[in-house]
Nanobody, 112 residues
Framework: QVHLVESGGGLVQPGGSLRLSCAASGSIFSINAMGWYRQPPGNEREWVALIRSGGSTNYADSVKGRFTISRDNAKNTVYLQMNNLKPEDTAIYYC??????WGQGTQVTVSS
């Protein structure tokens, strides 16, 4: 089974940027939809962004215009570029695909 490993999180000031990566242990070429989710402290996990195999994307209203999801099938990796970060973006970020298990996530903390 393909496993997903997230990386790229860290501490950043408000207004800053981070790029998260989700590396798959196998090919993602045949996986249609891959998404990013996040779980803020004390809250439920929520959907953030989705990218399909054809490249079309969808975003949660809270991140639209600030986050960009992309995928590189040759590298079996999905990315989440996060710009103009806000304190409310603080969360553990996970990538997910149908039928695959959740990874360990990567912590993003936005604070001055």
């Amino acid at each position: 089974q393909v496993h997903l490993v997230e990386s790229g999180g860290g501490l950043v000031q408000p207004g800053g940027s981070l790029r998260l990566s989700c590396a798959a242990s196998g090919s993602i070429f045949s996986i249609n939809a891959m998404g990013w989710y996040r779980q803020p402290p004390g809250n439920e996990r929520e959907w953030v962004a989705l990218i399909r195999s054809g490249g079309s994307t969808n975003y949660a209203d809270s991140v639209k215009g600030r986050f960009t999801i992309s995928r590189d099938n040759a590298k079996n990796t999905v990315y989440l570029q996060m710009n103009n970060l806000k304190p409310e973006d603080t969360a553990i970020y996970y990538c997910k695909a149908p039928g695959l298990s959740w990874g360990q996530g990567t912590q993003v903390t936005v604070s001055s």
